[in-house]
């Protein structure tokens, strides 16, 4: 069995999760259309390993209304078996998420972890060598 390869670049749109845009001034009752629409993607296939990123750079000032949004989109992925990814959130969108105790993959930020042991980050002149 064989097939023709076709010239040029392996087409790669499986591998590249679909993009929800979230824009604002949001709302409390705001929150059917932007699930109803990831629904829509998770169930389209073709995101890679079901994941949905979405951008969060539009929303605004964060406050309640956001954080309701996102919990209610985290919880409509994983029913679907898929998840979400923020991109581009703010530090107080952040900082607000973490203090109500929500986790989310954010897109493009590297993984917090503690420095390596023994490693010391400047030296000064005239300090005793380890």
């Known amino acids: 069995m064989s097939y023709a390869s076709t010239p040029g670049l392996p087409v790669v749109d499986a591998m590249t999760p679909p993009v929800l845009v979230l824009s604002g001034p949001l709302t409390p009752d705001g929150v059917d259309g932007p699930c109803d629409e990831l629904r ?14 979405c951008d969060v750079g539009g929303l605004g000032p964060p406050g309640l209304a956001a954080v309701n949004l996102l919990a209610r989109l985290q919880l409509t992925a994983r029913r679907r078996g898929g998840r979400i990814r923020l991109r581009d959130p703010s530090p107080a969108l952040c900082a607000l998420l973490d203090l109500v105790g929500l986790r989310f993959e954010t897109e493009g930020q590297p993984e917090q972890r503690e420095p390596p042991l023994g490693v010391q980050e400047a030296v000064e ?3 005793p060598a380890v």
């Open 40 to 53: 829509t993607l998770l169930d389209g296939g073709g995101g890679a390993g079901r994941v949905v990123v």
């Open 125 to 127: 002149p005239g300090d």
